[in-house]
């Protein structure tokens, strides 16, 4: 007998990130192939008539996974019976910004929406946040709701995961899927770190296979942490293609496992791990399990990678001051 079908929100559905989202939700990217969806999509009033042709256009690709399609503007309606909930809705950044900038209209949406989640959806909801500031609308969700356990709301750090290992396999000529083990620390912005002292390309630690230290912690790390902005320059929108195929990888790993031997970059409410501040939704380098992720302990972290991990925590700590002021306001 088939499986029964999971129900997915997408939030900010009609958005640029959510109209590459759904066929890739649809034809089993984000649960596997053989799992059939409903997949719950919200947006607000503006956007209703382009939220009814995205509808269409689900209906019209016949996708055989796709058991229904809800679309709504009521979000408690949205959340309702939901196990999956992929957080996109929200204002993204222009040229010129930074993600703290879009922080004030940001952060009020993600308090707003924590209690649908938490009254309406699945127990063991699995929640990521895509809206930027991404870990800390993360933070704010999970702050305000409490019954849902802190493990099961995380922040998207997997497109710069993603990033890092494309720009290392970009640099050698080699596939993609021959680098593993970068880790993104910290922040889903400029500050984050993208580390490659434990990964490896062709089974040789990266550094040894690149040959060039000062590319890869120069170079290397502002590529990857300006990665954001350098889309938005040459598109003049955000990364949408991108970011849905990351969103996917997200919940597909945390669903389904991690290879053995590999672990990925989520960002997820911290223990105090390296030396990171607790209580912030942190990018660390973590295995999946059984639908667990877990944070994986006893990398060497060398004086440059300490530097990096704390200057990016403290704009995290930072970051969550300036959201508690927003939500005063
Ligand atoms: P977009 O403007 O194209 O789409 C956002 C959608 O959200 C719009 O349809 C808008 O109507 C909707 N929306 C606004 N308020 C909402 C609410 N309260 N409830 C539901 N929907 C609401 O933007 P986009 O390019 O799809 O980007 C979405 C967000 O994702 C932005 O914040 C962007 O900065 C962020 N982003 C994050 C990453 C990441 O890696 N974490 C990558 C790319 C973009
Ligand atoms: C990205 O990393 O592409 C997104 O977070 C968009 C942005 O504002 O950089």
């Given at each position: 007998?088939?499986?029964?079908?999971?129900?997915i929100?997408?939030?900010?559905?009609?958005?640029?990130?959510?109209?590459?989202?759904c066929?890739?939700?649809?034809?089993?990217?984000?649960l596997?192939p053989?799992?059939?969806?409903?997949l719950?999509?919200?947006?607000?009033e503006?956007?209703?008539?382009?939220?009814?042709?995205?509808?269409?256009?689900?209906?019209?690709?016949?996708?055989?996974?796709?058991?229904?399609?809800?679309?709504?503007t009521?979000?408690e309606?949205?959340?309702?019976?939901?196990?999956?909930?992929?957080?996109?809705?929200?204002?993204?950044?222009?040229?010129?910004?930074?993600r703290?900038d879009?922080?004030?209209?940001?952060?009020?949406?993600?308090?707003?929406?924590?209690s649908?989640?938490?009254?309406?959806?699945a127990?063991?909801?699995?929640?990521?946040?895509?809206?930027?500031?991404?870990?800390t609308?993360?933070?704010?969700?999970?702050?305000?709701?409490?019954?849902i356990?802190?493990?099961?709301?995380?922040?998207?750090?997997?497109?710069?995961h993603?990033?890092?290992?494309?720009t290392?396999?970009?640099?050698?000529?080699?596939?993609?899927?021959?680098?593993?083990?970068?880790?993104?620390?910290?922040?889903?912005?400029?500050?984050?770190?993208?580390?490659?002292?434990?990964?490896t390309?062709?089974?040789?630690?990266?550094?040894?296979?690149?040959?060039?230290?000062?590319?890869?912690?120069?170079?290397?790390i502002?590529?990857?942490?300006?990665?954001?902005?350098?889309?938005?320059k040459a598109?003049?929108?955000?990364?949408?293609m991108?970011?849905?195929?990351?969103?996917?990888?997200?919940?597909?790993?945390?669903?389904?496992?991690?290879?053995?031997?590999?672990?990925?970059?989520?960002?997820?409410?911290?223990?105090?791990?390296?030396?990171?501040?607790?209580?912030?939704?942190?990018?660390?380098?973590?295995?999946?399990?059984?639908?667990?992720?877990?944070?994986?302990?006893?990398?060497?972290?060398?004086?440059?990678?300490?530097?990096?991990?704390?200057?990016?925590?403290?704009?995290?700590v930072?970051?969550?001051?300036?959201?508690?002021?927003?939500?005063?306001?």
């Amino acid at each position: 007998m088939g499986k029964e079908p999971v129900k997915i929100l997408i939030t900010g559905a009609a958005g640029q990130i959510g109209y590459a989202l759904c066929p890739q939700v649809a034809r089993g990217a984000m649960l596997g192939p053989d799992q059939p969806v409903i997949l719950h999509l919200l947006d607000i009033e503006p956007a209703k008539q382009s939220l009814e042709g995205v509808k269409m256009e689900l209906l019209d690709s016949a996708f055989p996974l796709v058991k229904g399609v809800l679309t709504t503007t009521d979000v408690e309606e949205a959340c309702k019976g939901v196990s999956v909930a992929v957080m996109v809705g929200g204002f993204p950044r222009k040229a010129g910004m930074e993600r703290k900038d879009v922080m004030s209209k940001n952060v009020s949406i993600y308090k707003a929406q924590a209690s649908a989640l938490e009254k309406h959806a699945a127990k063991g909801v699995k929640v990521v946040v895509v809206a930027n500031p991404a870990n800390t609308n993360a933070l704010i969700l999970s702050e305000n709701a409490p019954s849902i356990p802190a493990e099961n709301i995380t922040a998207l750090t997997r497109l710069d995961h993603n990033r890092a290992l494309g720009t290392v396999a970009d640099r050698l000529g080699v596939p993609v899927t021959e680098v593993k083990n970068v880790i993104i620390w910290g922040n889903h912005s400029s500050t984050q770190y993208p580390d490659v002292n434990h990964g490896t390309a062709g089974g040789s630690p990266i550094r040894k296979a690149v040959g060039d230290d000062s590319w890869l912690n120069g170079e290397f790390i502002s590529t990857v942490q300006q990665r954001g902005a350098a889309i938005i320059k040459a598109r003049g929108m955000s990364s949408a293609m991108s970011a849905a195929s990351s969103a996917c990888d997200h919940i597909y790993n945390w669903v389904n496992g991690t290879p053995a031997d590999t672990w990925v970059s989520m960002g997820v409410i911290s223990d105090g791990s390296y030396g990171a501040p607790k209580d912030v939704v942190y990018s660390f380098p973590v295995t999946c399990k059984d639908g667990q992720w877990t944070i994986k302990q006893g990398l060497s972290i060398d004086d440059f990678s300490a530097q990096k991990l704390k200057a990016t925590g403290e704009e995290l700590v930072d970051e969550k001051q300036l959201a508690l002021q927003c939500l005063q306001e």
